[in-house]
């Protein structure tokens, strides 16, 4: 936590501004800022008859509610007394009429492709859901996943939903150890999992990591294995079922479980920078309605949308916007099980020209990533289809946004830049690509019925261009119920910075137009010489350098200033680290922001410790900065040999 209640300053200054394409907006759900804000206003004005529409309008209810909000600060119960099914709202809902539509559009990385209609999905669905119960679960047990990018990572969420257990799916880059934890966490039951996945050529080996945990998960009764790379054969004993001999002969009927609104419907965990990782836990219609609604209102969907998110199901991202939200809305949803640049750089950019992708939804580690490699690969291949761009997980830097908009855009495709967590369960600021003009590198506006705010410590608002602290101020239907074990902490870590507020951890501001500018964690901001700073800027003013490929600044603690300003900087291919360009890149700083900003010290690194899901890793940083031992969790971290390789590096 940031220790001192001062404004933090900001210095990232970006003027320019993208208003929506006429003839995208003329067809959006939301054409313009005059409808956008009646939505909004009518959202503060009687919060609860606005969610109850959406959700009546949204969701399809066995039961309707009786109540919209219960709301006992900080403990939230929504849509009370309803009763629904997620999976009937993904899938049976649209059968007929969408019995023989893609649902997935599956591509292995080794070029094996399926795909899935809504009716083939639905009967996979109930044959897993039937042969769950064989297993003996039952509603409320838990089931972890552990599955590489595959249709039955789906399925498998799906089957659990429809029967009313509470799936807990972990990301297949992790270890045994980061397994075991969860699983023992969440006291499943069952676990489904494969024998191994694919990423870079090479197999992930699930199985292998899956009796490794075993050794010491009591609660797991079964392990059902997925036949992906057939590398390894299925272990004998009563404890291993195969995927396939669960299925077959099962009904491709299963009568969906009709849970209340508020009965769990997922954990995920996620790191916190000390401690063992957080259950977040979901709820069913709440969840439900936030991933459906943003998913058509962010995405501006379509029916003959093709879209892809490139998240894995293991975040929070392939959960809402890779599974839930797009099935909920009868699109088609493509999925990719392996790495973006694998065989070639181009893979990404070949799977948007064979699918004819229409919406792409990354993240800015991967944007990077991609400029780093040039222009030419995205260049090879025909994006002409792509309408939309997205991004997520990170604050995307205005060097990264417009590359993005116009190498991978044309220059024609509205760019969403959408802020929100693992535990708000879906888009709470973002554009509204018919509606908002955007600024690159700016979340711009909560969406309608989200109260974002930016305050200090004491609860104040800051004023416009300052930053704060961004608090939610009221309840919203997708927001987390608790950490799952272990309520205390949920209401320690969100509500107790400002009682009956949900803190994000994350700072930000707003310019004097109102547009939210996040700012990174706030465990990332440095004080210099009594200058509080977000990194995050001074980062962006670094990559927007043409030689550099990403940074990462932190603090270190320093005799005459307090704290001294460290920069990691990747350089782009080709480009050899020298004095001169520690000297060049600490001078364009100076320029780009001011002498506060300009770093004390710039290291080159080959690459910048990351959680698998690209983030980057300050607070490793910020020990190798100050010459210490890496400390705290390192389960999240993507490799381990680039921390090793940062710590020798001291040129
Ligand atoms: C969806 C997701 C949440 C944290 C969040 C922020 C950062 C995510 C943006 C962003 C700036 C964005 N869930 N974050 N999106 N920062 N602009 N558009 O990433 O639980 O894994 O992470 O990610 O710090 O608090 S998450």
């Not at 595959?150 to 009313?164: D, H, T």
């Not at 009563?238 to 995927?243: E, F, G, I, R, T």
């Not at 259950?279 to 998913?295: C, E």
């Not at 222009?375 to 997205?390: A, I, T, V, W």
């Amino acid at each position: 936590m940031a220790d001192t209640p001062q404004e933090i300053h900001s210095v990232l200054t970006e003027a320019r501004v993208f208003p929506p394409p006429e003839a995208f907006a003329r067809r959006a759900h939301i054409r313009g800022m005059q409808d956008y804000q009646r939505l909004w206003d009518e959202a503060a004005k009687a919060p609860e008859k606005y969610w109850g529409d959406r959700a009546r309008e949204e969701l399809y209810w066995k039961e309707p509610f009786q109540t919209v909000l219960d709301w006992k600060p900080p403990h939230a119960r929504w849509f009370v007394e309803g009763r629904t099914n997620l999976a009937y709202n993904c899938l049976d809902r649209h059968l007929p009429a969408l019995k023989d539509k893609p649902a997935i559009l599956f591509e292995g990385e080794p070029g094996d492709r399926r795909r899935i209609t809504y009716g083939e999905l639905s009967a996979e669905v109930n044959r897993m859901a039937n042969g769950l119960k064989s297993l003996g679960v039952r509603k409320g047990d838990r089931v972890g996943i552990y599955l590489p990018m595959v249709p039955e990572a789906a399925v498998a969420m799906l089957a659990c939903a429809r029967i009313g257990a509470v799936h807990s799916v972990v990301f297949g880059g992790f270890s045994a150890e980061a397994l075991q934890e969860r699983m023992n966490d969440a006291g499943a039951r069952v676990l489904l999992t494969a024998d191994g996945g694919w990423r870079k050529g090479a197999v992930v080996p699930l199985l292998k990591n899956v009796t490794a945990a075993l050794a010491n998960t009591p609660s797991l009764e079964k392990v059902v294995v997925l036949k992906r790379t057939a590398d390894v054969a299925i272990p004998s004993g009563s404890k291993w079922v195969a995927w396939d001999a669960l299925v077959q002969g099962q009904s491709d009927v299963c009568e969906p479980e009709w849970v209340e609104s508020e009965h769990p419907l997922f954990i995920l965990y996620t790191s916190g920078s000390t401690g063992k990782p957080k259950g977040v836990l979901h709820t069913t219609a709440g969840y439900a309605l936030g991933a459906s609604l943003t998913t058509r209102w962010v995405f501006d969907l379509r029916e003959d949308d093709v879209y892809w998110c490139t998240a894995d199901v293991g975040w929070v991202t392939g959960h809402s916007y890779v599974v839930y939200g797009p099935l909920m809305n009868g699109v088609s949803t493509v999925m990719y099980e392996g790495a973006p640049t694998h065989p070639g750089p181009d893979r990404f950019w070949e799977l948007i020209a064979r699918y004819k992708a229409t919406i792409l939804y990354t993240a800015p580690t991967a944007i990077r990533a991609f400029m780093r490699l040039g222009e030419e690969h995205p260049r090879k291949h025909d994006l002409s289809s792509l309408r939309l761009l997205g991004s997520v997980g990170e604050p995307i830097n205005p060097e990264a946004w417009m590359w993005y908009r116009d190498v991978i855009g044309g220059g024609r495709c509205p760019v969403v830049d959408t802020w929100w967590q693992t535990e708000t369960g879906s888009i709470m600021i973002s554009p509204l690509p018919g509606a908002t003009p955007t600024k690159p590198g700016s979340a711009t506006f909560p969406l309608p019925g989200i109260h974002a705010e930016i305050l200090d410590r004491a609860g104040k608002p800051v004023p416009r261009g300052q930053g704060g602290l961004l608090f939610i101020t009221k309840p919203w239907p997708s927001m987390l119920r608790s950490v799952y074990g272990d309520p205390e902490r949920y209401v320690r870590t969100y509500f107790s910075e400002l009682p009956g507020r949900y803190f994000t951890g994350d700072g930000a501001r707003t310019d004097q137009d109102g547009y939210f500018w996040l700012m990174g964690r706030v465990d990332d901001v440095v004080n210099v010489a009594g200058h509080r700073l977000g990194t995050a800027e001074v980062e962006s003013a670094l990559v927007a350098h043409a030689k550099v490929s990403e940074s990462a600044v932190v603090g270190r603690p320093d005799d005459l200033k307090g704290t001294a300003l460290v920069a990691f900087v990747t350089l782009k291919a080709g480009i050899r680290p020298s004095p001169e360009l520690k000297k060049e890149l600490a001078a364009h700083v100076s320029k780009e922001i001011g002498a506060i900003a300009r770093p004390d010290e710039i290291r080159f690194a080959e690459g910048l410790p990351k959680t698998r899901s690209g983030k980057i890793m300050r607070r490793l940083l910020r020990d190798v900065a100050a010459g210490k031992q890496a400390t705290g969790d390192t389960t999240t971290l993507e490799d381990l040999n680039v921390l090793a390789a940062l710590s020798q590096n001291d040129e």
